[in-house]
């Protein structure tokens, strides 16, 4: 996700494409668990029925990294790979080229829980 002023919360890509429903009250909830702080980090959060952790690249980009875990998987187990992936995400956003990316990235994540 990217935050814009004026343009407000926009889903700039998922993986798997198939649309997981990320409805405006969760995507809120990310925004605003982020924007207290103001600064790049990692936070989880449940909404509804998501359990959730995502990575904010701080006010300068304003870039939500997102991901959505089983209800059962703890998202602390998943800190180290987020920070990771999330940073490649960053430095690939030029001409969107992250989104080549997602494929292995999502396989690096999925990678997490299969270890624990």
Known sequence: MNYRDKGGIAIKAQY??????????AQMH???IHEFSKESGI??????DLNITTYYSGEDTNYFIVVKLDSLEDPDDFEENLKVISQTILDNLEDNKYKELLPSLFKKISRTSETI
């Open 16 to 25: 798997p494409e198939e649309k997981i429903k990320l409805h405006e009250s």
């Open 30 to 32: 990310i925004l605003n």
């Open 43 to 48: 936070s989880s959060l449940t909404v509804d």
